[in-house]
């Protein structure tokens, strides 16, 4: 896939600098390690904005006339999040009571996802959700639509109207389904065909062979999806693996050849650097080794599995084993779009066994590090020259609860774990996608 331009000449405006506590990470921090030198804070600097929506530098001392300037000072400037799974339809099933994953799906989200059979809904929900998606502090993410078609041109098209970095794909799946949510091999690799040569690679765009999971894809479809991948290096992928311990013996019936759950995306050609799978609670040391040597992220999505009962995620076994790990919301699993709440939710599952998640590695693993993870570091995740200013400028700390615990804060970890832990959207003042506001908070 050639890289996309986005920002021509045709959309350059004026040359904006914000003016506020700029944070981003130049490397990965290491697990445990407070001071590290992967932290990048520059306080009451300037972030330079250029007429092309790109980030052309930070400076202490403020620019000249030339520069629109926006006074953020006292508030903190960061990489917009990238959330790598989450659902789009799945707004509707939210906080939905007392479900594990087989009959969350059965109960609450198959019926949701009916509806965006509908062009209409499908446009409606598409811009509901990307605006809540941006309200939150989240300017690019990599999303499931459903198993319609229109469900991903719309959701696609309402990206492109605001200019984010969307990763998406048509749902495939043929079995285990109910009636209007089940597709065929044939017509699903025209659908997907189609959509790669209409939207893959276009502007900031691309296109995830999307398959729903194992258990609802026949040895047929997920053979013709990892046919789709060789045919096209560039292409990504999303699925979901091992989340639930249920899930995980049903695939092992479904699939008796295969090793693991894992395995049988292994045997399609579905795991490979640009492969992003979600949850990976109940993998064996083969399954992680098998994951480092493909390239392959885990998508760790801690609110969902706190909610849904899934089990509780080993990132510092991934961490050894040599596996990316990036940081998702998996709404409506996952009970909030804000990155600070699953964050947040994310210290906890760690703390129950015995790890302490810094916010240096849950930050990184919400910006930089999801960046890398999927091939993008070159455009969004930092603020390194050349990038494209997806930025978010947040109040540190807002009501009394907040407010007292940064007022004694000393270190700049303490203050920045107190604000992943206390803030949400609330706190978000405005995001900037490619250089434009996309969200500015009511006055």
């Not at 998702?328 to 996952?334: I, M, P, T």
């Not at 849950?362 to 455009?379: N, W």
């Not at 004694?408 to 003042?429: C, G, I, P, Q």
Request: charged content about 20%.
């Amino acid at each position: 896939m050639t890289p996309a331009n986005p920002v021509t000449s045709a959309t350059s405006r004026s040359k904006l600098a914000l003016r506020g506590d700029l944070l981003d990470f130049t490397a990965s921090p290491a697990w445990g390690q407070l001071d590290s030198p992967a932290v990048r804070f520059q306080p009451d600097h300037w972030l330079l904005i250029d007429e092309y929506g790109r980030i052309a530098g930070t400076q202490g001392q403020e620019p000249d006339a030339s520069w629109t300037k926006q006074d953020h000072r006292g508030r903190l400037i960061l990489p917009g999040f990238i959330d790598t799974h989450v659902h789009a339809p799945q707004l509707d099933v939210i906080a939905s009571y007392g479900a594990e994953l087989l009959d969350w799906l059965n109960t609450y989200t198959f019926p949701a996802e009916q509806r965006y059979a509908d062009p209409a809904l499908a446009r409606r929900g598409a811009a509901r959700f990307l605006d809540a998606l941006l309200a939150h502090g989240t300017t690019s993410a990599v999303v499931f639509p459903t198993v319609h078609k229109v469900s991903a041109e719309a959701l696609f098209e309402a990206a492109r109207s605001r200019g984010m970095r969307l990763i998406a794909g048509k749902v495939l799946m043929d079995r285990h389904a109910p009636d209007g949510l089940r597709d065929d091999v044939a017509q699903a690799e025209r659908d997907c065909v189609d959509l790669i040569q209409r939207f893959h690679g276009q502007e900031r765009l691309a296109y995830a062979v999307t398959v729903r999971f194992a258990p609802t894809s026949t040895p047929a479809q997920l053979a013709m999806a990892g046919a789709l991948c060789r045919a096209d290096a560039s292409l990504y992928v999303q699925t979901h693996v091992a989340e639930n311990r249920s899930e995980v013996e049903w695939v092992a019936r479904l699939f008796p050849a295969a090793r693991s759950y894992l395995d049988v995306y292994a045997r399609e050609g579905l795991l490979h650097p640009r492969a992003v799978l979600a949850h990976g609670i109940w993998l064996d040391e083969a399954d992680r080794a098998v994951l480092a040597e493909s390239g392959a992220q885990v998508a760790f999505c801690p609110s969902s599995n706190l909610f849904l009962g899934s089990g509780l995620f080993d990132w510092v076994g991934a961490r050894a084993a040599g596996f990316a790990v990036s940081a998702a919301s998996d709404v409506g699993g996952g009970t909030s779009l804000s990155m600070q709440r699953t964050l947040a939710d994310g210290y906890k599952v760690q703390a129950m066994a015995g790890q302490r998640l810094t916010a240096w590695v849950a930050l990184h693993a919400a910006t930089r590090g999801a960046a890398e993870g999927l091939g993008l570091q070159h455009e969004i995740g930092h603020f390194g020259l050349g990038t494209l200013a997806d930025v978010c400028v947040w109040d540190w700390a807002r009501g009394p609860v907040a407010e007292a615990r940064f007022e004694v804060a000393r270190e700049l970890h303490e203050k920045l774990f107190a604000w992943m832990t206390l803030s949400d959207e609330r706190n978000l003042v405005t995001s900037l996608v490619a250089g434009r506001t996309r969200y500015q908070r009511p006055t």
